[in-house]
């Protein structure tokens, strides 16, 4: 059974930092592409930020572009979310999903239950 | 970036209704279009990828189809468990845009 479960969520003051992880389990998580995705209290998802299988090729939004860092341990089966410089906008439910991509289509087919994070003085 | 438009935001429909979302790309992304079904307070489902083919154990009253910019998911007899808000989500390019979501309630 695919399982991903985020962690490390929690209130931080503005500026502040949090790194957030992303265990998998049930799945050769080197094969896939994993996503961040975040979603404000009551609003929509936005997609923030993706990685490759062997952590090589990165992308993300422009709203959390030189703040933000994605990044994978493959022999942890772990995603991470490395979240600097924190605003009060950052403000979410943070999800990890994952992304087979098959021949170049991609979506993301199992996302963990979320990690809230709060940030506020 | 590619902007991703729902509409409508909102709908009221009963079960057994047909209803149709429609989702607009603001380039031609081909059929490099997700839809997604989230329940309020979990997680978001995953329903069709490539415009139209459904994942598995998705029922068979959803189906999704278009391509290059404009974009359609339709379920053909709504059922209590359908009420959820929607969402089209593009794959052609980073970041991959999301449309604002569609609420789907219970007339």
């Known amino acids: 059974e695919v399982q991903l479960v985020e962690s490390g969520g929690g209130l931080v003051q503005p500026g502040g930092s949090l790194r957030l992880s992303c265990a998998a389990s049930?799945?050769?998580?080197?094969?896939?592409?994993m996503h961040w995705v975040r979603q404000a209290p009551t609003k929509g998802l936005v997609w923030v930020s993706r990685i490759s299988g062997d952590g090589t090729d990165t992308a993300y939004a422009d709203s959390v572009k030189g703040r933000f860092t994605i990044s994978r341990d493959n022999a942890k089966n772990t995603l991470y979310l490395q979240m600097n410089s924190l605003r009060a906008e950052d403000t979410a439910v943070y999800y990890c999903?994952?992304?087979?991509?098959?021949?170049?289509?991609?979506?993301?087919?199992?996302w963990g239950q979320g990690t809230l994070v709060p940030v506020s003085s | 970036d590619i902007q991703m438009t729902q509409s409508p935001a909102s709908l009221s429909a009963s079960v057994g209704d047909r209803l149709t979302i429609t989702c607009r790309a603001s380039?031609?992304?081909?059929?490099?279009l997700n839809w997604y079904q989230q329940r309020p307070g979990k997680a978001p489902n995953f329903l069709i990828y490539a415009a139209s083919i459904l994942q598995s154990e998705v029922p068979s009253r959803f189906s999704g189809s278009g391509s290059g910019s404009y974009f359609t998911l339709t379920i053909s007899s709504l059922q209590p468990e359908d009420f959820a808000t929607y969402y089209c989500?593009?794959?052609?390019?980073?970041?991959?845009?999301f449309g604002q979501g569609t609420k789907l309630e219970i007339k």
């Open positions: 380039q031609s992304i081909g059929s490099s």
């Open positions: 049930g799945f050769t998580f080197s094969s896939y592409w």
């Open positions: 989500q593009q794959s052609h390019r980073t970041p991959y845009t």
């Open positions: 999903a994952r992304d087979p991509c098959p021949n170049g289509v991609c979506f993301l087919d199992y």
